[in-house]
Nanobody
Framework: EVQLVESGGGIVQSGGSLRLSCVAS????????MSWVREAPGKEPEWVSS???????SYADFVKGRFTISRDNGKNALHLQMESLKPEDTARYYC??????????????WGQGTQVTVSS
């Protein structure tokens, strides 16, 4: 059974930082491109960032320069370092197995998520 377990969310003031983590089990983690997706109440899910098996990274324009995705294949872990957080970053953040085009709309490839709330 594939499991993706996120952690690291919380409540932070505008301008603050958080580091999200995701630990994967039941898959050969190193063989997969991995992504972060977020969903705010009443809004469609948004792709945030992806990292492929070569450690090439990509970011949505609205987080570029503020968020950094990374992976540790030895620990089956995916991370998202979030800096200069804004209230509009408030959402539930999901770790997802696959790249940008694959994970949007495919909730079965997401974890359970971790809530990030940024206060103004």
């Amino acid at each position: 059974e594939v499991q993706l377990v996120e952690s690291g969310g919380g409540i932070v003031q505008s301008g603050g930082s958080l580091r999200l983590s995701c630990v994967a089990s039941g898959i050969t983690f190193a063989a997969y491109e991995m992504s972060w997706v977020r969903e705010a109440p009443g809004k469609e899910p948004e792709w945030v960032s992806s990292i492929n098996t070569y450690d090439d990274t990509s970011y949505a324009d609205f987080v570029k320069g503020r968020f950094t995705i990374s992976r540790d294949n030895g620990k089956n872990a995916l991370h998202l370092q979030m800096e200069s957080l804004k209230p509009e970053d408030t959402a539930r953040y999901y770790c997802a197995r696959g790249g940008r085009a694959w994970v949007i709309g495919r909730r079965s490839y997401w974890g359970q998520g971790t809530q990030v709330t940024v206060s103004s």
